[in-house]
């Protein structure tokens, strides 16, 4: 694996931020790494690139250990921040020739990596300028185009496209995917959108415990277990519900308008067993159908304050 966390605790004081969680990532893969503000999703982040060491536990990256190896693992980690440090008085492509030196690039080598790099972020037009001068969306650009200077094996990107205009939130997204087929991409993002667009997995923790780790297409599985499949029933004219009160299978329904309500029910069967009772009774159906629960609606509901 790329990087794996494994039973990892961290302690500030009496609050504990990251509680004994554990998951992996591996080359050519995109994880998605959500939770509210507060969660402990920063602090992971800070420990994979070595800028924290955890109370317990042991995290590594590309077989080496996170606390033992933290010089070498920096040189195998891209970081973008969620506060994105940069030196405003120095010009674009001066700033990223002295993050390149700092990871010790070859001089011919870094000339021209800067270019590749600026090439892939959209930098072009803006590399002549001093960085204070850049918009806020551009300035999220040149701390991109830092993070993968040195073409690093670990991408980690807290809130990457934060202050960006929506063409260029489209452009970044398909440079994280197109990264993200030979690199290993953690990245946190509080727009669901974006991760069910861009992410392979998905791995939410809330209150420092990891509370879901599935690819995008099972993430439902995670509600259903608590409200149930939800299916969508709508007649041509108004019915007696008590055709939902009688069927022992559905937990609960809710009215919509007078011929149209939605069901819930954790017997997967439930569409056919309605079927059967709406035809039982005659009654002109216009729409049958089980809606699948969006991520925003399964992030809610996994960290939500009980």
Known sequence: MSVEIVQVTKI?????????ISFSAQKGEIIGFLGPNGAGKSTTMKMLTGYLSPTFG???VCGLDVVQNTLEIRKKIGYLPENNALYYDMYVVEYLEFIGKTYELIPSFLTQRIAE?????????????????L?????????????????????ILDEPTTGLDPNQVVEIRQLIKKLGKEKTVIFSTHIMQEVQQVCDRVVIINQGKIVANDVISSMSS??????????????ANKIDDSLFKNITQIDKFEVINENKYVVFAKDAEIRSVLFK????????????????????????SLTENK
Not at 12 to 20: E, I, L, P, R, S
Not at 222 to 235: A, L
């Open 12 to 20: 500030f004081g009496t609050q504990k931020a990251v509680d004994n």
């Open 222 to 235: 995670h509600i259903i277990s608590n409200k149930g499949y939800r299916i969508w029933v709508e007649f």
């Open 277 to 300: 009772a709406i035809s039982a009774q005659n009654l002109d159906l216009v729409e049958l159908k089980m809606e699948e629960y969006t991520l925003e609606e399964v992030f809610q």
């Open 135 to 155: 918009s806020k969306g551009y300035k999220q650009r040149v701390g991109l185009a830092a993070a993968i200077i040195h073409n690093p094996e670990v991408l």
């Open 58 to 60: 042991q995290l590594s």
């Open 117 to 133: 790099v600026i090439a892939l972020t959209g930098l072009s037009v803006e590399q002549k300028k001093k960085i204070s001068q």
